[in-house]
């Protein structure tokens, strides 16, 4: 099995940070283009946390018998998987706002800047898997 998920899931955390700065730049330049372009760029951070997770998931049974990792695994996945879902409702929640124009901007960039901080915490946890664990690592993977 090829291990997308380590290359899957900086999507998400790229894109999700760049929603974060176009709102910022937004809001500084009272420009509709960036409003857009944050819009466009979560919606792609949602799709693509769906991707990361299912990847993710075909990968678990792989990794899952490593002695001591099942605690770090869990945590590592129920962060994905509200990671993805958190992403997808704020994208849905943010496109229907904007089409209404009733956008709270400085909400929304605080809520893409914790969204953000749950991605690099999620991966966090998913770097311990790797490093402390060696899931995915050639030795380890059949």
């Known amino acids: 099995m090829v291990p997308w998920h380590p290359a899957l899931v900086h999507f998400p955390i790229a894109l999700a940070g760049a929603a974060a700065l176009f709102e910022l ?4 330049f009272h420009r509709d283009e960036y409003e857009r ?9 949602a799709l693509m946390a769906i991707v990361a997770a299912v990847s993710g998931t075909a990968q678990e049974e792989a990794v899952s018998h490593l002695p001591g990792i099942a605690a770090t695994l869990d945590m590592h996945e129920t962060l994905g998987t509200l990671s993805a879902v958190l992403l997808g409702a704020v994208a849905l929640a943010g496109l229907y706002l904007y089409l209404k124009g009733r956008l709270p901007q ?3 960039l605080a809520v893409l800047l914790a969204l953000s901080i749950l991605l690099l915490t ?4 998913g770097g311990r898997l790797v490093y402390y664990y060696g899931a995915g690592t050639p030795n380890i993977l059949p």
Do not use: D, F, N
């Open 37 to 45: 372009s944050a819009l466009i760029a979560l919606g792609a951070a």
């Open 106 to 108: 400085k909400l929304y």
């Open 122 to 125: 999620t991966g966090h946890w």
């Open 25 to 28: 730049l937004a809001i500084g």
